[in-house]
């Protein structure tokens, strides 16, 4: 999970600062999640979910489809 975000974040061409300012918490913070020292609060999978447009469970590791379900709350 840790590697997808860095991933999609890299892919966007962002900066860890950018997306701890949208998640409301510090770099230091998001660095954590990144690298896997702080587990990712269920509301945070969920705004970075929504933020890329994909699913908690690509986010997780739990399948390899980018695409958010059908019907999915935005």
């Keep these: 999970m840790y590697r997808r975000i860095r991933d999609l974040r890299e892919d966007a061409d962002l900066l860890q600062k950018d ?15 990144e690298l896997g020292k702080r587990d990712i609060p269920t509301d945070v999978l969920i705004k970075l979910a929504r933020f890329y447009q ?4 690509y986010l997780l590791g739990l399948t390899d489809k980018r695409e958010p379900y059908p019907g999915a709350k935005k």
């Design 19 to 33: 997306l701890a300012a949208y998640l409301g918490c510090t770099q230091v913070n998001y660095s954590h999640y």
């Design 54 to 57: 994909t699913s908690t469970d």
